[in-house]
């Protein structure tokens, strides 16, 4: 297609029946979207677009007037008589009326419409391009020679095949007004942008901004709760549901999420990210917050009744428990019922300290409090009067109760991930599954199942996990397992001492200098050394970032690299770390290059990898020589 997709686009993807095997399912997704998102195709009631079905005049007369600049002015229920063959009760009659007036269609030359006509490929671009401002009178030679040369010459032709006198189907139509919108009017401005003129959804290299467009499309957003839905324009029944990014269904929609919708699209998107825990600040002040902080969390306000509830005005004050709900962007969209929220987070303690809050009297008070790096991927502070609490222990906070901070025992699971990433062992994984890695007091790291796809789980692998009421796994706390939380490079200088001291004892020291991201660093021990050699390996941080040891890499031969693998020497492909890292040895010297570099090179390689691929390892460093 002419245009290219913004990155970021927004993770929705509407089917609606669409293309036969002739045509590239993707951009037939995309063309209905946008249409769906501008309210110019949206099919019936079910979101069918019956996209197989031809087309009439009358109905083509009023796809043109929803994607003409008076889209807004025009009624169904209008009563007017254009033609004589288009009464007032005709469903289309008010739409012709105005396309006529629009100067987009007109009669036979015996003043007829006839609106149940199926529409011709011809007669569908004349509309088009009088929608781009081509005047009739612009063209020369027997009518509709010069419209259908324009046509191509537009390339408006883009996924339609028809012939100028053949009768076009709803396919046609959709991919005839998509590439519409993404062609340059008379006056050089992209057809889109007339009709969204404040919004700029293509901008100068012809790209569309798709996320944009079906922002513009959203309504919302409302809480769930008892009744939500008839707060929706249409019936939610037939929509296309998201939750939290992914697809869903109506009953996966739970109390206290935040919902947006679109009727054009008939869509509805849930997201059920909250977050429970003191209410710390305000900013810029109490009186008008744009944003608050709860739970060592900043968050932006992003509906005024949001920020009505957490003004002055409203019912919460400063050193308040309060329950806030998310947006999909990740703000503030309304604040929940602390106690019907249900919330339990689990994660792992990461500080541990005495804080000061404000008591929203113009004083302060101090209490035991500890950061829990949740896991949801997130960071909490929650005040406790566990003062035993320590860095490392897991834990869970009841934040729609008390509000206490449990320190909990580790719960093991072993099993192998299903190649899919759906199962454990024998222990389905719930569609929104929260997992962490940790390791020592590193900060936690966020992970997502296809990650660990294939990986054995052994009995010292997990730490911890949670079920919910349909035995789905929703949350899993492990250890060390991705070994994504280390750093990887290569030693470049290695010195170790290790001798016996005459009269008895011994004399141990290391000194280590290496390479990472092109970084020379040193480390070394006066009392330890660490076994390792010249080459590349693992660094293991402590909590504060400070080297705890070095680690040896194994080796693997290498034929060559193909995307997220590498072919070993045995044609086996091998996963590679999203970070790994490409060195060319020269004499000797380690020199950071890049994938491009060793490809085009006459060079042998060498992988080397933390741990198997089926204990959650990866390649992580190429040396090319």
Same mark, same amino acid.
């Given at each position: 297609?002419k245009?290219?997709?913004?990155?970021?686009?927004?993770?929705?993807?509407?089917?609606?029946?669409?293309?036969?095997?002739?045509?590239?399912?993707a951009?037939?997704?995309e063309?209905?979207?946008?249409?769906?998102?501008?309210?110019?195709?949206?099919?019936?009631?079910?979101?069918?677009?019956?996209?197989?079905?031809?087309?009439?005049?009358?109905?083509?007369?009023?796809?043109?007037?929803?994607?003409?600049?008076?889209?807004?002015?025009?009624?169904?229920?209008?009563?007017?008589?254009?033609?004589?063959?288009?009464?007032?009760?005709h469903?289309?009659?008010?739409?012709?009326?105005?396309?006529?007036?629009?100067?987009?269609?007109?009669?036979d030359?015996?003043?007829?419409?006839?609106?149940?006509?199926?529409?011709?490929?011809?007669?569908?671009?004349?509309?088009?391009?009088?929608?781009?401002?081509?005047e009739?009178?612009?063209?020369?030679?027997?009518?509709?020679?010069?419209?259908m040369?324009?046509?191509?010459?537009?390339?408006?032709?883009?996924?339609?095949?028809?012939?100028?006198?053949?009768?076009?189907?709803?396919r046609?139509a959709?991919?005839?007004?998509?590439?519409?919108?993404?062609?340059?009017?008379?006056?050089? /401005?992209?057809?889109?942008?007339?009709?969204?003129?404040?919004?700029?959804?293509?901008?100068?290299?012809?790209?569309?901004?798709?996320?944009?467009?079906?922002?513009s499309?959203?309504?919302g957003?409302?809480?769930?709760?008892?009744?939500?839905?008839?707060?929706?324009?249409?019936a939610?029944?037939?929509?296309?549901?998201?939750?939290?990014?992914?697809?869903?269904s109506?009953?996966r929609?739970?109390?206290?999420?935040?919902?947006?919708?679109?009727?054009?699209?008939?869509?509805?998107?849930?997201?059920g990210?909250?977050?429970?825990?003191?209410?710390?600040?305000?900013?810029?002040?109490?009186?008008?917050?744009?944003?608050?902080?709860?739970?060592?969390?900043?968050y932006?306000?992003e509906t005024?009744?949001?920020?009505?509830?957490?003004?002055?005005?409203?019912?919460?004050?400063l050193?308040?428990?309060v329950?806030?709900?998310?947006?999909?962007?990740?703000?503030?969209?309304?604040?929940?019922?602390?106690?019907?929220?249900?919330?339990?987070?689990?994660?792992?303690?990461?500080?541990?300290?005495?804080?000061?809050?404000?008591?929203?009297?113009?004083?302060?008070?101090?209490?035991?409090?500890?950061?829990?790096?949740?896991?949801?991927?997130?960071?909490?502070?929650?005040q406790?009067?566990?003062?035993?609490?320590?860095?490392?222990?897991?834990?869970?906070?009841?934040?729609?109760?008390t509000?206490?901070?449990?320190?909990?025992?580790?719960?093991?699971?072993?099993?192998?991930?299903?190649?899919?990433?759906?199962?454990?062992?024998?222990?389905?994984?719930?569609?929104d599954?929260q997992?962490?890695?940790?390791?020592?007091?590193?900060?936690?790291?966020?992970?997502?199942?296809?990650?660990?796809?294939?990986?054995?789980f052994?009995?010292?692998?997990?730490r911890?996990?949670?079920?919910?009421?349909?035995g789905?796994?929703?949350?899993?706390?492990?250890?060390?397992? /991705?070994?994504?939380?280390?750093?990887?490079?290569?030693?470049?200088?290695?010195?170790?001492?290790?001798?016996?001291?005459?009269?008895?004892g011994?004399?141990?020291?290391s000194?280590?200098t290496?390479?990472?991201?092109?970084?020379?660093?040193?480390?070394?021990?006066?009392?330890?050394?660490?076994?390792?050699?010249?080459?590349?390996?693992?660094?293991?941080?402590?909590?504060?970032?400070?080297?705890?040891?070095?680690v040896?890499?194994?080796?693997l031969?290498?034929?060559?690299?193909?995307?997220?693998?590498?072919?070993?020497?045995?044609n086996?492909?091998?996963?590679?770390?999203?970070?790994?890292?490409?060195?060319?040895?020269?004499?000797?010297?380690?020199?950071?290059?890049?994938?491009?570099?060793?490809?085009?090179?006459?060079?042998?390689?060498?992988?080397?990898?933390?741990?198997?691929?089926?204990?959650?390892?990866?390649?992580?460093?190429?040396?090319?020589?």
């Amino acid at each position: 297609m002419k245009q290219r997709l913004l990155s970021g686009l927004l993770a929705v993807v509407l089917l609606l029946g669409l293309a036969p095997a002739a045509l590239a399912a993707a951009p037939a997704e995309e063309a209905a979207q946008v249409l769906a998102a501008l309210d110019i195709m949206v099919g019936d009631e079910n979101g069918d677009l019956a996209l197989d079905r031809t087309l009439t005049r009358a109905e083509f007369a009023k796809l043109a007037v929803a994607a003409s600049t008076s889209r807004d002015t025009v009624g169904d229920t209008v009563a007017v008589k254009p033609y004589p063959d288009v009464p007032q009760t005709h469903w289309a009659a008010p739409y012709i009326k105005a396309a006529v007036d629009l100067g987009l269609v007109q009669g036979d030359l015996r003043g007829y419409f006839n609106p149940d006509r199926t529409i011709t490929l011809a007669e569908g671009v004349t509309v088009i391009l009088r929608l781009l401002g081509y005047e009739d009178s612009t063209f020369t030679g027997v009518w509709p020679s010069g419209q259908m040369a324009q046509y191509r010459a537009l390339k408006l032709n883009e996924g339609i095949s028809l012939g100028q006198n053949d009768s076009m189907t709803r396919r046609d139509a959709m991919y005839l007004f998509y590439n519409l919108l993404l062609t340059k009017n008379l006056s050089g /401005t992209y057809y889109l942008n007339v009709l969204e003129p404040t919004l700029s959804l293509v901008n100068a290299a012809g790209e569309l901004d798709l996320v944009a467009l079906i922002n513009s499309a959203m309504e919302g957003p409302v809480v769930a709760g008892s009744g939500w839905q008839s707060q929706l324009s249409f019936a939610s029944s037939a929509a296309k549901v998201y939750r939290n990014g992914s697809q869903s269904s109506l009953d996966r929609i739970q109390d206290q999420d935040v919902v947006y919708w679109s009727e054009s699209m008939r869509t509805v998107w849930a997201y059920g990210d909250k977050v429970t825990g003191t209410y710390e600040a305000a900013s810029p002040s109490i009186t008008a917050p744009t944003s608050v902080t709860v739970a060592g969390k900043t968050y932006a306000i992003e509906t005024a009744s949001a920020a009505y509830a957490l003004s002055d005005l409203g019912g919460w004050q400063l050193g308040d428990t309060v329950t806030l709900l998310l947006g999909r962007a990740g703000g503030v969209a309304a604040v929940g019922d602390t106690q019907a929220a249900g919330t339990v987070v689990y994660g792992v303690v990461t500080k541990a300290e005495n804080t000061a809050y404000s008591d929203g009297k113009g004083g302060t008070y101090t209490a035991r409090t500890v950061t829990v790096s949740a896991t949801n991927g997130g960071s909490y502070r929650y005040q406790t009067t566990n003062t035993t609490l320590d860095v490392g222990d897991l834990v869970q906070v009841d934040t729609a109760g008390t509000g206490s901070v449990t320190r909990l025992s580790e719960l093991r699971l072993t099993g192998k991930m299903s190649s899919d990433g759906t199962k454990l062992g024998s222990e389905p994984l719930a569609d929104d599954v929260q997992i962490i890695d940790t390791y020592e007091a590193r900060t936690p790291l966020r992970v997502y199942p296809q990650r660990l796809a294939g990986v054995s789980f052994t009995d010292d692998m997990v730490r911890y996990y949670v079920r919910n009421g349909q035995g789905e796994i929703t949350h899993l706390i492990l250890n060390n397992v /991705t070994g994504d939380l280390h750093q990887y490079g290569v030693v470049t200088k290695a010195e170790e001492v290790d001798v016996t001291i005459p009269g008895g004892g011994f004399m141990v020291s290391s000194s280590y200098t290496y390479d990472v991201g092109g970084q020379e660093q040193v480390f070394g021990s006066s009392d330890s050394v660490f076994n390792v050699k010249v080459g590349p390996c693992q660094i293991k941080l402590d909590g504060d970032a400070s080297i705890e040891r070095l680690v040896g890499l194994n080796q693997l031969r290498l034929s060559g690299v193909s995307g997220s693998v590498a072919i070993g020497a045995d044609n086996r492909q091998y996963a590679l770390s999203e970070t790994v890292a490409y060195y060319v040895l020269v004499n000797g010297d380690y020199q950071l290059t890049t994938l491009s570099r060793i490809q085009n090179g006459d060079y042998s390689l060498t992988g080397w990898y933390d741990k198997a691929e089926s204990a959650g390892g990866r390649i992580r460093v190429i040396v090319a020589q």
